[in-house]
């Protein structure tokens, strides 16, 4: 039988936090072009996808880690990774919401009735069906 290493967690952090120039030079110098090789990969990912399904890979996933694990590493590391990634994706966010706003700012809407007036939903039908056309095309 093999022999099974005590502490292979502990080597593993120890071992990756030791690469995190290993982990920059590689993105700065990547092997192949990354949206290339992911778009060449879009079939292996679909099938990938869907054998993940077929397997209740993701309900099994839910149930292996529970409520605990995903409160204690919420609380802890995505509360405070959560700012500062907003604060790094604001250009991000412009971009995408831009073409958006763009739409909603050149609708015209229906006149606004007394507030619980059934014609306003009305108003939001407008902007919904104006950000779906929108978005599929």
């Known amino acids: 039988m093999p022999k099974v290493r005590a502490n292979s967690s502990a080597r593993w952090v120890r071992r990756a936090s030791a690469s995190t120039q290993d982990y920059a030079e590689g993105i700065s110098t ?8 992911t778009i060449a990969a879009a ?3 679909a099938a990938g996808v869907q054998a993940a399904i077929a397997a209740k890979a993701f309900e099994k996933g839910v ?13 802890g590391i995505g509360a405070t990774r959560f700012g500062p990634g907003v604060a790094e994706a604001e250009g991000d966010y412009a971009k995408g919401v831009a ?16 507030k619980g007036d059934p014609k306003n939903l009305e108003r ?3 902007v ?7 978005k599929t095309g």
Do not use: E, F, M
Request: charged fraction near 20%; charge should be positive; hydrophobic fraction near 40%.
């Open 63 to 75: 149930q292996g880690a529970g409520t605990g694990k995903w409160a204690r590493k919420a609380a």
């Open 99 to 114: 073409p958006y706003l763009a739409v909603i700012s050149n609708l015209t809407l229906p006149p606004r009735g007394p």
């Open 128 to 134: 919904s069906q104006a950000l779906r056309k929108h």
């Open 43 to 45: 079939g292996a990912q």
């Open 30 to 37: 990547p092997r192949a072009d990354w949206a290339a090789a």
């Open 124 to 126: 939001v039908r407008v």
